[in-house]
Structure formats: structure tokens, C-alpha cells
């Protein structure tokens, strides 16, 4: 039977997987995310990069909450690699 899903099937499978992982982001539905980069997130929340990267910065510690401005949707981002 062939595996038509691209499953993990060993630890090392997980662990270069889990290596990509950079950033989580909370929706404002509750739901989590996870991307490889702020460009990434910035095209799937209408926030851009830049501006996710200075208020990281300026928090100190990694993570911020960012609004979309056409939406007004708030988003929290976690740096977490």
C-alpha cells in the first residue's frame, strides 16, 4: 500500500522536521500555526515582515501581538528556533 501522505516515520524524520519550524502564531480564532519564516507569515496574515520583526524586536523577547489592517485581525507570533 503505497502512502499517499508525507507521514513522518522516524525520529530522525521528526527532528529535521521540527528543525524548519521558526515561528508559531496563535489566530484569532484560537487556531496555531507554524511557519519557516516571517515572509510567510506576513503573506498568510496580511502583516508585513518588517513590521512583525521590529515589534519582536522591540519586545525582547521574541514574541509580539500584531493587528492586519485591513481586517483588524490580532494575531500572537512566537519566535521558537
Known amino acids: 500500500m503505497e502512502n499517499k501522505f508525507n507521514s513522518i ?8 522536521h521540527i528543525k524548519t519550524i521558526k515561528y508559531l502564531v496563535i489566530y484569532p480564532d484560537k487556531t496555531r500555526h507554524f511557519f ?3 515572509r510567510k507569515i ?11 520583526s521590529k515589534k519582536m ?23 521558537i528556533c
Request: hydrophobic share 35%.
Open 9 to 16: 516515520h522516524t525520529e530522525r524524520e521528526m527532528l529535521n
Open 36 to 38: 519557516k519564516s516571517l
Open 42 to 52: 506576513a503573506k498568510d496574515i496580511c502583516v508585513d515582515s518588517s513590521t512583525i
Open 57 to 79: 524586536a522591540e519586545t525582547n523577547n521574541d514574541s509580539c501581538i500584531c493587528t492586519a489592517r485591513g481586517s483588524g485581525f490580532i494575531f500572537w507570533i512566537k519566535k
